[in-house]
């Protein structure tokens, strides 16, 4: 099992440009979530989904899309980089229904410039 | 929505001595409260959780009470280690939610 896997570790972008970062995971869980993490601060959600074709924003969807074709892969896509992008982004997975275990990957740390 | 206070945001303890992590949120219909560790550069991990319905669970050196009605929840590690140096978030999230993560403590553990 690879559990969570994030392409790429590290990307910088310039201002405007769009990108997505890859996430996938191999232990069919249903549930699916996307976070940044900013200097200082803990993890914010972005967007999250609770099985294939399923979608949801979070706290923090300005500027993001995502889409869930299959289980395994969840990407998100980065529309017109700005900035305030700039961050690390965490993919997790769990299984879903009453409170189960996060597992997350090992992040994509993105500049934008 | 569902929102997670975490105090305090850098602790500093000796070698040997306890550490205690508080956190209050403010929905009740969260159910579910984990605790996760990260190092520096890597990804977070869960070293606990607990659900609404207990209200304390131990794992060696590290332990976790609830208080639904307060709506807090607190992380223990006792005989602390250098290698317990690390940010620890606490959580919440009920069926069906995401988890919405508080701010972060960075633990600082002296030899």
């Known amino acids: 099992n690879a559990g969570v896997t994030q392409t790429p570790k590290f990307q910088v972008l310039k201002t405007g440009q769009s990108m997505t970062l890859q996430c996938a995971q191999d232990?069919?869980?249903?549930?699916m979530s996307w976070y940044r993490q900013d200097p200082g601060m803990g993890l914010r959600l972005i967007h999250y989904?609770?099985?294939?074709?399923?979608?949801d924003q979070g706290e923090v969807p300005n500027g993001y899309n995502v889409s869930r074709s299959t289980t395994e892969d969840f990407p998100l896509r980065l529309l017109s980089a700005a900035p305030s992008q700039t961050s690390v982004y965490f993919c997790?997975?769990?299984?879903?229904?009453?409170?189960?275990?996060?597992?997350f990957g090992q992040g994509t740390r993105l500049t934008v410039v | 929505g569902e929102n997670v206070e975490q105090h305090p945001s850098t602790l500093s303890v000796q070698e040997g001595d306890s550490a205690v992590i508080k956190c209050t949120y403010s929905?009740?219909?969260?159910?579910?409260f984990p605790w996760y560790k990260q190092e520096l550069g890597k990804r977070p991990q869960l070293i606990i959780d607990?659900?609404?319905?207990?209200g304390e669970k131990k794992d060696q050196r590290i332990a976790v009470t609830l208080n639904k009605t307060a709506k807090h929840f607190s992380l223990h590690i006792t005989e602390t280690q250098p290698e317990d140096s690390a940010v620890y978030f606490c959580?919440?999230?009920?069926?069906?939610?995401?988890?919405?993560f508080g701010g972060g403590t960075r633990l600082m553990v002296k030899p």
């Open positions: 989904s609770v099985g294939a074709g399923i979608t």
């Open positions: 959580a919440a999230s009920n069926a069906g939610n995401m988890l919405t």
């Open positions: 997790a997975s769990s299984y879903g229904g009453t409170s189960t275990e996060a597992f």
């Open positions: 607990i659900r609404s319905n207990v």
């Open positions: 232990m069919n869980h249903e549930y």
């Open positions: 929905d009740s219909a969260s159910n579910y």
